[in-house]
């Protein structure tokens, strides 16, 4: 059985403040797990968006896809999405819009309904730490997914 909520944060743990959507998953699954009240939900990680990601979005009923971003207002930003074929549809990694858009191409029917939850940071070199804005937006950014989670 596929959990009708799916959270996807994509990023690179070893560059600096891109392992917020990593580090967001990781802390928003044990938060689930003390809210019971939002039934199934399924995590999951990757460095970067690709086509096959599309299927991990079979049998959802809503989709928050959590990014590291250095332009979104700060601490972070949260907004619907729909299917796009952008630039990224034929590059290495995918913008969460091109994945809806392969949904689309794949399946008979819209894609579920998807959101992006940017988290503003500032450090994304080879070797860097979690910068301190990016902590701090870590947090801000778990409470909104807590509302989103509650029907905000």
């Known amino acids: 059985m596929t959990a009708p909520t799916l959270i996807f944060g994509w ?11 990593p580090l967001f998953v990781e802390h928003f699954a044990e938060l689930a797990r003390r809210h019971p009240e939002w039934g ?3 995590c999951l990680t990757d460095f970067q968006l690709q086509v096959e990601h599309a299927l991990d979005l079979q049998g959802r009923r809503r989709v928050l896809f959590v990014d590291a971003s250095l332009d ?3 601490p972070c930003s ?3 999405i729909e299917a796009v074929r952008d630039d990224s549809f ?3 990694a995918m913008s ?3 994945v809806l858009k392969v949904y689309t191409d794949i399946e008979d029917g819209p894609p579920p309904p998807a959101w992006l939850l940017a988290i503003r940071g ?4 080879l070797g860097e730490s979690l910068s301190d804005v990016a902590r701090h937006s870590l947090q801000t950014a778990l409470q909104r997914a807590a509302d989103w989670m509650d029907g905000e």
């Open 90 to 92: 034929t590059t290495h």
């Open 40 to 42: 199934e939900v399924e």
């Open 96 to 98: 969460p819009q091109a």
């Open 122 to 125: 500032e450090r994304f070199e």
């Open 11 to 21: 990023g690179n743990p070893s560059r600096g403040d891109d392992a917020l959507g």
């Open 78 to 80: 949260l907004a619907r």
């Open 72 to 74: 979104a207002p700060a």
